[in-house]
């Protein structure tokens, strides 16, 4: 009986081939869910908006570009044969943005879209390099990190600008001397 030996390099290849669809898989999925969550709170937030331009802008930008991600998440999970998890809806259906209004919602959206995006890109940028040998892979993270660093610019911005000087800030309705404020 003759048997049949994979070279050394083959094996490593074929190893690194399935961490590769682990990385792939695990990455997929929490994009899947980051995808998911920011769509339904932006929904949440232009809802919310009223005639608050930036906070409608900043809503239905964030909305469309997750929306374009999940796009190539599905494109990508398809092409490299792997199964999406689903998404936890709990954190949506269960987020206290819902119950809150005017400056209070304005703060609590921005800071969660704050903590949220230097989630996604710790996680993107965690993940450059580790697809080397996937170049459809390698190219959706180098294609999201800049995307996920703008929403962070954005989301920061507008939070110091909601915080210091919109009127439904308490802070700014004391009358003070030479503050931003205004009388009641």
Known sequence: MIKKMLPIG???IAFAGSAWAQDAA???????????????????A?????????????????KGDHE???????ALSRQKSIKLEGTNTDKVEKSPLKDLKGGAFNEAYLGDQVKGH????STFKSAQG???????????VQQTIPVLQA?????????????EASPENPANNKSTTGGMGTSP
């Open 10 to 12: 083959a094996l490593a």
């Open 118 to 121: 230097k989630e996604a890109l």
């Open 26 to 44: 695990a990455l997929l999925n929490k994009a899947n869910q980051m995808n998911y969550e920011e769509t339904e709170t932006a929904k949440i």
């Open 46 to 62: 232009h809802d919310k908006a009223g005639d608050n331009q930036a906070m409608l802008t900043y809503a239905d930008t964030i």
């Open 151 to 163: 929403h962070l610019k954005m989301a920061e911005n507008l939070k110091n600008h909601v915080s």
């Open 68 to 74: 374009a991600n999940e796009e190539s998440v599905s």
């Open 130 to 140: 580790q697809f080397k040998g996937d170049p459809d892979m390698e190219l959706y």
